[in-house]
């Protein structure tokens, strides 16, 4: 058997790469990875986001990713200034122009975690992982976290 560790990218379909880009930067600070004619990669430290231009179909109904990001609350008050109707607190999901389904999820309550170089790089100094995230990882014998 072979096991799965990780993802190294989720592909979305978009109408339009610039657009896309456009859209997702009023929310979210990103770096670009890189960028070709219909194709552009968001970076996420060690994973990214592909954005490959031309939607083959309908807008998703259950199928999601799961966004990680440092302020989900932070996230919710943009999303909600914009217009998307999302709730004012709980779990945070939207659907992008094209379709997507984007579950946000706060880095302080997943159980993973990164190594320190990509910490660094992505999460602000200070930023702790909940009590619940950081027992998922001791129960995985994955220390105390980061």
Do not use: C
């Not at 179909?57 to 109707?85: S, T």
Request: proline share 4%; aromatic share 8%.
């Amino acid at each position: 058997m072979v096991r799965a560790i990780g993802i190294n990218h989720v592909a979305l379909e978009v109408g339009s790469v610039d657009e896309a880009l456009a859209w997702y930067a009023r929310f979210l600070d990103f770096e670009l990875r890189g960028k070709r004619s219909g194709m552009a990669w968001i970076d996420l430290g060690d994973q990214f986001i592909a954005l490959a231009e031309g939607r083959s179909q309908p807008p998703d109904e259950e199928r999601h990713f799961g966004l990680v990001v440092d302020d989900k609350e932070g996230m919710r008050r943009l999303l909600r200034e914009a217009g998307l109707a999302v709730p004012a607190r709980g779990g945070l999901e939207f659907r992008d122009p094209w379709g997507n389904q984007v579950q946000v999820v706060d880095y302080r309550d997943v159980q993973f975690t990164k190594v320190p170089e990509v910490l660094r790089a992505l999460v602000p100094e200070g930023l702790e992982k909940s009590d619940t995230a950081l027992e998922e990882l001791r129960a995985k014998g994955m220390g105390s976290g980061g």
